[in-house]
Every structure is written in C-alpha cells, then in structure tokens.
C-alpha cells in the first residue's frame, strides 16, 4: 500500500508542478514569504494577527515543533462526581489525602495524595465487551522529582507517570472489563503529589483539558475572510500537526475548513479532517486524512485521501499542506495534498457553485475539532510547487520570524 501510493505521489508531483509552476528564480524560501498571506508561530495565545481579524479561542500554549504551540481539543462532559476538586465528596478516602482550597490548575481546591493517603472513586456504565476506549486523565504535580502518579483502573490495568514541580497532563487510555470500574489516584515514591482536574471520558483514548460545563467553548483559531487572510480560488495552507489521536475508531477529527452556505456549513465547503479507525487499510475513507469539496445542495464533490496512517502514533509530529485551484465551471478544478513532504495523487473535477465564505477556521467545524497540537500555520494566496512544500517541510526555523 505504501509502495503504491508512494509512486503515485511521484506522478502527483509532476503532473501539479506542470499545472502551477512555479514563478520567478528566487530561493523557496523567500517565494514562499513573497506567497505568505498571514503566518501565525503559535508562540502565544494573543496571535500574531490580531489585526486581522484572527483569533485564538479557548486553546492552550504547550512545547511545539519550533518553540510553542497551541494546543486545540475538544469539548466534552466529565464522568466523575468531583473531578475539579472543591472538597473529597464524590471520592473514596483510603488514608490521609489532604484537600486544600489554594493551588488548583483550573479552580483554586485541589488535593494531595502520597503512597499512603490517596483517593479512589467507583464509575459505572461503562460498555464493556466491544471496542470502545476511554480515557482517565488529571494533572498533577509533586514536591519530590523521584515521585510518580498511578493512574489504576481496578486491578488489570495501571501506569506510573514521573512528575515536575509544574502542572503536567498524564493520561491512561484504556478499555473496560466490564460494566463498573474503580479508577485509583496515588503517589508512588518519598514526595506527595497534587492532582486536579480529573477526567474520564467515554469512546475516546486521549485527554482533554477539564471544562466545569458540560460544554465546553470552541477550541478553535477563527479568521474572517478578506483578500488578506484567504483567496478561495487558489492556496493553501500548511502547518505542523501533532495528533492525539490513538488507534481506536472515532469521530471526524477537523483542521481546516471553510465553508460558503452560512445555513448549512456541511453542504458548501471545503474541509480537511482527519478519520481515526485503528489499523485500517483498506476503507475510503477510515485512518486517512481527507481533503473534500462538497458544492451545490448535495453531500457531493470530490476529495484527496491519504494513505492509511498506520504509523502515525501519538506525540509525533507531521507537516500538512493542503491546496486547492477553484477554477469555474465546466473547467476542472483541482485538490492536492501532501503529508510530510510526500504528495497524493492529484484530483480534479468540477467546483460547483462558488460562494465567497464569510470566515474559515483551523481546528474546529462543524461538530468536530481537531484534538491535536498545531505549530507554524501558514496560509498561501496561491498553490505551493512541490519543491517549495520540501522546503517547508525541512524548514527548522520560523518562516517569518
């Protein structure tokens, strides 16, 4: 399967490179700044382009590919009785955990635990016998850098995280044995260790940042659309992806979309998302990464599908480029993509009817958001030549700094 596709993303190269060739004698890397529409180094939760209108909700600043990044995730529901601690009740007690009211993550209670005194909590309703995943996360912190956190589920299943004087987000992805469970928190080691926000979520095998509402704001980087943010006839857009998606089935995972039809975001758009399905190889559409154009008043249009994404594993890096050349009809119009340097087969067919969108967003649409790490995102007023995606896939430094 990777042979093939390999040869084919050789055809792509230079059947796309023959169709926008590349202008001028210039290095890449300055064609692709002369290119550059807006870029944003993730380095802070303000933006680079404010002016612009773009804005960074509700995400938050973690270690990126170059520097930092901003993390985008998803909302959800917390299982547990007191996952953001305000006193122990809702918690088994074994020992002498200590609640306290100052020093949370997200709210100012949190308690700490040691080997001794930690705390249990009994959850139920699990499915149990079939594939599905859930997730049991918290962040935690010690005084002692030989300490450990134990994440447990009954007695099968558990794991020990290291810790640093700093908040870090530990994560137990796991598959019930049955109905109801009994998920334990305790230190491992001569230190005591505090926890907060706990979280166990159902049909999922990655954390999520703790929301005290059952849904959580939009994650997202919105941008609205001007000739200075976005051309809808011809572009593209690349950045650097770390998903934290595990091999499991699941939902639409969505970096990038912009759509035209405001009452119907879904019928008039452009989209590139991400299907996690396990190991996969020989579905449409599950375990690849997709870039479709739907048109018109109909769930029709026409895609680029990667290559299944077996070795893809969460906390790895990868580069996307997506780039698109809406020309009118009957004219063919045409969707490329590459992932980490490597083109897919190019695709061509009719547009459709061309609305100019209000707005586009990297990270959330539609009901699905992007539950990864994003870094270095820049948006092109024209295609990129393969030659120039190389460059920005070897590039180790901030294009514009």
Not at 115 to 135: A, I, P
Request: glycine share 8%.
């Amino acid at each position: 399967m990777r042979a093939r596709f390999a040869l084919l993303g050789v055809a792509a190269f230079g059947l796309f490179a023959a169709a926008f060739p590349a202008g001028g004698t210039a290095s890449p890397v300055e064609d692709l700044r002369k290119a550059l529409l807006w870029y944003e180094g993730c380095e802070s939760l303000h933006g680079r382009n404010q002016d612009l209108g773009v804005r960074i909700n509700g995400a938050t600043l973690v270690d990126g590919k170059i520097g930092r990044a901003i993390l985008l995730e998803r909302r959800d529901a917390n299982r547990l009785a007191n996952p953001d601690f305000d006193g122990l009740g809702g918690w088994i007690v074994v020992g002498r955990p200590v609640f306290t009211s100052a020093g949370g993550r997200f709210s100012p209670g949190c308690v700490q635990i040691s080997e001794t005194g930690y705390v249990r909590q009994v959850v139920t309703e699990l499915r149990s016998g079939d594939e599905t995943w859930y997730c049991l996360s918290a962040y935690a912190k010690s005084d002692s850098p030989a300490t450990r956190l134990e994440l447990g589920v009954d007695h099968e299943l558990c794991r020990q995280f290291p810790l640093t004087a700093q908040y870090t987000r530990l994560a137990l992805p796991f598959q019930a044995g049955h109905e109801n469970s009994t998920i334990t928190l305790r230190a491992r080691g001569p230190g005591r260790v505090t926890i907060d926000a706990v979280q166990l979520e159902p049909q999922r095998s990655f954390p999520s940042s703790f929301s005290a509402v059952a849904v959580r704001p939009t994650q997202s980087i919105e941008i609205p659309v001007s000739p200075r943010t976005l051309n809808a006839d011809e572009g593209s857009v690349a950045f650097w992806i770390r998903p934290l998606w595990l091999r499991e089935s699941g939902t639409a995972e969505n970096l990038f979309a912009w759509w035209g039809d405001v009452g119907e975001p879904g019928v008039e758009c452009l989209a590139l998302s991400a299907y996690p399905a396990g190991l996969t190889t020989d579905h449409d559409w599950h375990n690849r990464i997709v870039l479709a154009r739907t048109r018109g008043r109909r769930h029709d249009g026409f895609a680029v599908k990667s290559f299944p994404l077996c070795d893809w594993t969460p906390g790895s890096w990868h580069h996307v480029v997506a780039a698109w050349r809406a020309r009118p009809d009957p004219s063919p119009s045409q969707l490329v993509l590459y992932l980490d340097g490597r083109a897919l087969p190019l695709q061509q067919a009719p547009w459709g009817e061309r609305k100019t969108p209000a707005r586009f967003s990297i990270g959330y649409y539609w009901g699905a958001y992007a539950d990864a790490v994003v870094d270095e995102i820049c948006v092109f007023r024209r295609v990129l030549t393969p030659a120039e995606v190389d460059c920005l896939f070897q590039l180790r430094s901030p294009l514009q700094p």
